[in-house]
């Protein structure tokens, strides 16, 4: 018989919605300003994407201890241009690793 997985804990949203947009709209100046002319596996790429991802689970939450559908969206969505061209098309697979 296989084993149940049991479920976590779910942890609530911590930021309110007005603070949340004020985070992220930080995030995306940094973005614009530094990050994206970064080359992928730059350490501040890297920092950039889990500031990004606390900050999306502090506004969400996180349902039954996973993340939330919104913050996963968020993290494995695809740019509409050639990896070879664009500075953050890292690819992330479910576990968290890139290439």
């Not at 596996?41 to 606390?54: A, I, L, M």
Request: net charge positive; hydrophobic share 30%.
């Amino acid at each position: 018989m296989a084993a149940r997985k049991t479920q976590q804990e779910t942890i609530p949203p911590t930021l309110s919605p007005y603070e949340g947009i004020r985070y992220l709209l930080l995030q995306i100046k940094q973005l614009e300003q530094h990050v994206i002319s970064l080359p992928q596996n730059h350490p501040d790429v890297s920092n950039w994407g889990s500031t990004t991802k606390g900050i999306l689970n502090q506004i969400f939450g996180q349902p039954n201890g996973e993340m939330h559908s919104k913050t996963s969206d968020f993290l494995y969505a695809r740019v509409a241009c050639k990896p070879t061209y664009c500075p953050m098309a890292v690819t992330k697979t479910p576990n968290g690793d890139t290439f």
